[in-house]
């Protein structure tokens, strides 16, 4: 069963995404993501240029030797670019094996290590108390876990808090370029630990609280807030500090006993294998889109068990179902699964084009039982919605310096 086209689709259904198709002589398809957010069209590129001539004619079966082909055949390894274009063609050979043997992938992978797949919502907030409201409405509609984001008094613009703003398209201004969001640390300060005093006090202890710091903070900072928020009890403290150096870590973790998460940015198992192998991290959060596909997730995922570490996939609304779909069948299979972060199935026009029958009850979401990953792709709908440049804000300190967005 040979490899015979490879299309690359671009669309904006609300955000950007990069779909990759890949179609066997026999006439079966599979489904890749490869969406980096902001630089898309630099994956359609490299996916176009330099990917898709060298797979035309391989057996799509040999899916082991193809990532090792695209990774390790060539000198300019890792990096986001390469790793979502490896990704995507990774998903979509294993869908095409999924649908040939008439199984979810899951099986594939060998079989249910649980019924359903824990998720956690997002709460957020112009205020405090819009943030706990909308915890509320999220823990009555049967979420026991949710992450929580306010904005910060003082910061005309706080992450996570996109109030009346629709989409980052509509922080672009006049002008195609990255928004500018301030930064003030002290300010944030000032707002997260009664964000969390207030939350356990409404909430209870039995909803599990998250929050993301999104590395705007020093590692000692970070010690500092972890070691503040303990008698708060969180599932996990995520990003709470830039890790290119990953012995920041050990910092964090010789001060606060609050279980941390990381790895959304990260793109390979180097770049987390101190973090995981030093037991300085509980969660890592690599996404399949991200860091090579399910092949490479389900090898850091095994890595992360021998130490204890859990796997959290990212989930922001620049992966595509096709991405969900992969945690999904990675997350019902793995045994070291801890939680899946959800923001929901997107707006009608993202339905229009991507169609799957995953469900979510109480919390919980299950796995599609239909062969592959179980995700259609309409092609003429995702014509309707062209892509639209756009980028991820940056940040600057009060004083002006750049700073960690």
């Keep these: 069963m040979k490899i015979e086209k490879i299309d690359v689709f671009v669309s904006c259904p609300g955000r950007n995404f990069v779909t990759v198709k890949v179609t066997t002589s026999d006439g079966v398809y599979g489904l890749g993501d490869a969406t980096v957010n902001g630089r898309e069209q630099a994956v359609v590129a490299m996916l176009q240029e330099h990917v898709i001539p060298c797979l035309i004619g391989r ?13 390790r055949g060539v000198y300019w390894r890792r990096g986001p670019i390469n790793m979502a274009a490896i990704a995507a063609i990774d998903m979509a050979l294993w869908d095409i094996k999924g649908k040939v043997a008439g199984l979810p992938v899951y099986q594939l992978l060998g079989g249910k290590s649980r019924q359903g797949v824990t998720l956690y919502a997002h709460a957020n907030g ?29 910061l005309e613009v706080t992450y996570g808090v996109l109030g009346d703003k629709k989409d980052y398209f509509e922080l672009q201004g006049s002008r195609p370029l990255p928004p500018e969001e301030t930064w003030s640390t002290p300010k944030y300060f000032d707002l997260v630990v009664e964000l969390f005093e207030q939350a ?62 990381i790895g959304e940015t990260y793109n390979t198992l180097w770049d ?74 997107g707006n009608e026009s993202l339905r229009e084009i991507f169609q799957h029958e995953f469900t979510v009850q109480n919390g919980m979401a299950y796995v599609s039982e239909a062969p592959g990953l179980g995700v259609e792709f309409d092609e003429q709908a995702a014509l309707k919605y062209p892509y639209k440049r756009s980028y991820l804000p940056v940040s600057r300190l009060e004083d002006g310096s750049m700073w960690h967005w």
């Excluded at 112009?126 to 904005?151: D, Y």
């Excluded at 929050?211 to 009890?233: C, Q």
């Excluded at 300085?280 to 996404?287: C, E, F, G, L, N």
């Excluded at 992360?304 to 990212?314: D, E, G, K, T, Y």
Aim: with cysteine; charged share 15%.
């Design 59 to 71: 057996d799509a079966h040999n899916i082991e030797d193809i990532w090792q082909y695209l990774y």
């Design 126 to 154: 112009e205020s405090i108390e819009q943030t706990l409201a909308n915890a509320e409405q999220h823990v009555s509609n049967g979420f026991k876990a949710v992450r929580l984001q306010s904005a910060v008094p003082g």
């Design 200 to 261: 356990r006090s409404r909430l209870g202890n039995q909803v599990q609280l998250l929050h993301d710091v999104h590395s705007r903070l020093t590692p000692i900072e970070s010690a500092r807030l972890g070691k503040l928020l303990e008698p708060y009890n969180l599932l996990f403290l995520e990003d709470a500090s830039i890790a290119e150096n990953q012995t920041a870590y050990k910092t964090i973790r010789q001060h606060t006993t609050t279980p941390l998460a």
């Design 272 to 345: 987390c294998k101190d973090l995981i192998q030093n037991q300085w991290i509980d969660y890592i959060r690599v996404a399949a889109t991200h860091a090579g596909g399910i092949t490479a997730l389900k090898r850091i995922a095994d890595f992360a068990s021998v130490f204890n570490v859990q796997l959290a996939p990212h989930g922001a609304p620049d992966l595509s179902p096709v991405c969900f779909a992969a945690h999904m069948h990675l997350n019902t299979w793995v045994p070291n699964f801890g939680i899946q972060e959800f923001v929901g199935f």
